[in-house]
C-alpha cells in the first residue's frame, strides 16, 4: 500500500502474510491485470501479491508480537499453496479473490498459529477459526464499484481453474504501518 488514504487507514496494524513468487503469483499477477485493465486502474487493489494468516492491531506491543512470531515460524515448515479458482467475497466486501486450497501444509500452519496465539491477549482483527477461514489472495476491492457494476464483473470474472498452479513458501513476512509507512521483516520457516 502506497497511497496516503490506505497508508492512513492501516495505521497501527499489523499482518502476518505469505507471498508466492512463483505459479500462483504468475497466476495473481495475470487476473489483476486484467481487472485494473477492465477499469483503467481505477479500482483499489494490493500492490503485491499476498495471502493474509492473520491481522492484528498491536502498535504498542509490536516487538512482541514479533517475537512470538519468530517463535512460531522456527517450528513451522515451509508451506505448500495452491490456487484453485477466481471467486469473490460478495457485498458488502466485493473482493476479487483467488481461492487458496486447502492443503494440508496451510491448514495445519493456520491452526498452529492459533494454538500460539490462543494464550494471549494480542488484539487480532477479522479472525475466524481454521474450519471458517477462506485462504485468498486479494485481487481488486471492488466496494466502490456500483452493485450491478460489480455483479457484472463477479460473475464474468470467477472460475475454476483448468490448471492449479502449485508452489512452496519457505519465508513468512510481518507487515506494519507505522508513521505513515508500510513496514516488513521477512521471517525464514524453519520446521
Known amino acids: 500500500m502506497d497511497s496516503p488514504d490506505q497508508l ?3 495505521e497501527g496494524q499489523q499482518y ?38 492473520r491481522a492484528f ?23 505448500e499453496v495452491t490456487a484453485e479458482a477466481i ?21 495445519a500452519a493456520y491452526a498452529s498459529l492459533s494454538a500460539a496465539l490462543a494464550g494471549t491477549d494480542f488484539r487480532r482483527l477479522d479472525e475466524l477459526s481454521v474450519d ?3 485462504f485468498h489472495l486479494s485481487v481488486v476491492y471492488g466496494r466502490s464499484l456500483e452493485p450491478a457494476v460489480w455483479e457484472e464483473f463477479r460473475q ?12 512452496t513458501i519457505a519465508e513468512a513476512e510481518l507487515v506494519w504501518y507505522q508513521d505513515g509507512a508500510e513496514h516488513a521483516e521477512l521471517i525464514p520457516l524453519g520446521g
Not at 24 to 53: N, Y
Not at 159 to 166: A, H, I, K, M, N
Open 87 to 107: 471467486d469473490a467475497f460478495p457485498a458488502p466486501w466485493q473482493v476479487l479473490i483467488v481461492r487458496l486450497a486447502r492443503t494440508p501444509s496451510l491448514v
Open 132 to 134: 471458517d477461514w477462506t
Open 156 to 167: 464474468t470474472s470467477v472460475s475454476e481453474l483448468g490448471r492449479t498452479p502449485t508452489e
Open 57 to 79: 492491531f498491536e502498535p504498542d506491543r509490536r516487538a512482541e508480537l514479533g517475537a512470538l512470531i519468530r517463535r512460531w515460524a522456527a517450528d513451522q515448515p515451509p508451506i
Open 8 to 10: 492512513a487507514s492501516l
Open 16 to 53: 502476518l502474510v505469505l507471498r508466492p513468487t512463483l505459479g500462483v503469483a504468475s497466476l495473481f499477477r495475470e487476473v489483476q491485470d486484467a481487472a485494473l485493465a477492465r477499469f483503467g486502474g481505477e479500482i483499489r487493489h494490493p500492490h503485491t501479491e499476498h495471502a493474509t494468516l
